[in-house]
């Protein structure tokens, strides 16, 4: 794996052989040491350009316990907060001896324009890039629903069977668009559920099926229910009517909790806003993966970096068999 910059660019093998290199790294930490020499001698560089906290530190923490070096580079306070471009802030990177580059952007395609631009020879992983795509997000969001629905039988199965519905602001969610993409990967059947003013125009293309009535899709028996933040910041026009109406109609409130099968789970890609998309009742729940998620994560961006810049000699070993 050279780079990771969209899920649309993985097939299911891809996708697989990443969700079972994370089953290995979760499996490590659940040892007394942690850490692993995997990648001493490694740099990675997590260079944001937008705030982020839960993503920088699981990419810190995923990194550190492969024995990489990190580097934590903010675009706030730094030379590009001064007007220096993205090609000088690579070929700096580059001069540093970075191996592997985490970027988040708030400008779609600034990774693909990294990774293809020649500035820099380090492998780069899409941490967010504006409302395009957050591919790490949705590998760690594959994995929890493997997880939970095949426990210790999980290595090497695909989501075939599996019904999730994911709902909320699908225009403005780059989490939206690389579950959608990565599920149907994986053989799920995806339902996106929103007011139609938070769908994006065309969606035609998309491998999905579209409602705009949150208690129909319940209905219907979602074995996953992601639920999304509403970005508020993002809520420049009257997207709908009021916080409160939002919550009414598309919310997981506790009734609607109630009306889920019994073994279906929620998700949310954090951070949370209680009260609007999701009630505190469904948020702390039993069904509830928030927490799994989190920690998932560090385990998904382990074998993510792993396979960026360790991965090359086991696959030449594989096919040589």
Request: proline share 4%; hydrophobic share 45%.
């Amino acid at each position: 794996m050279r780079h990771l910059l969209d899920t649309k660019d993985l097939d299911r093998r891809d996708a697989l052989r990443i969700l079972d290199v994370a089953e290995d790294m979760a499996a490590t930490q659940q040892r007394e040491v942690r850490k692993l020499p995997t990648l001493r001698g490694k740099t990675v560089v997590n260079l944001f350009f937008e705030d982020s906290t839960r993503t920088r530190i699981s990419f810190e923490a995923a990194a550190k316990r492969l024995s990489a070096d990190v580097i934590n580079f903010s675009a706030k306070g730094s030379s590009v907060s001064k007007g220096e471009s993205l090609q000088d802030t690579a070929q700096t990177l580059q001069a540093m001896g970075a191996d592997a580059v985490v970027i988040r952007h708030g400008a779609s395609g600034a990774p693909q324009t990294l990774a293809g631009s020649g500035w820099i020879s380090a492998g780069v992983v899409n941490a967010g890039d504006g409302t395009h795509a957050h591919p790490t997000q949705a590998l760690l969001d594959a994995f929890t629903i493997r997880k939970r629905f095949f426990g210790e039988a999980s290595r090497g199965r695909d989501l075939a069977g599996l019904r999730v519905t994911i709902v909320g602001d699908i225009l403005h969610s780059r989490v939206a668009r690389s579950n959608v993409w990565l599920l149907t990967t994986l053989g799920a059947e995806v339902t996106l559920v929103a007011p139609p003013t938070l769908v994006p125009q065309d969606v035609s293309a998309w491998p999905v099926r579209v409602i705009y009535d949150l208690d129909e899709a319940i209905a219907a028996g979602p074995d996953a229910l992601m639920m999304l933040r509403i970005q508020l910041e993002r809520m420049n026009a009257a997207y709908f009517p009021t916080e409160r109406e939002y919550s009414r109609t598309w919310g997981l409130d506790a009734a609607r909790l109630g009306a889920l099968p019994a073994d279906s789970i929620v998700l949310h890609p954090g951070p949370m806003n209680r009260g609007m998309e999701i009630s505190a009742a469904a948020a702390d729940s039993p069904r509830s993966t928030v927490l799994e998620q989190v920690a998932n994560g560090v385990s998904v961006r382990m074998a993510v970096l792993y396979l960026l810049l360790a991965g090359e000699r086991t696959e030449a070993e594989e096919d040589g068999r």
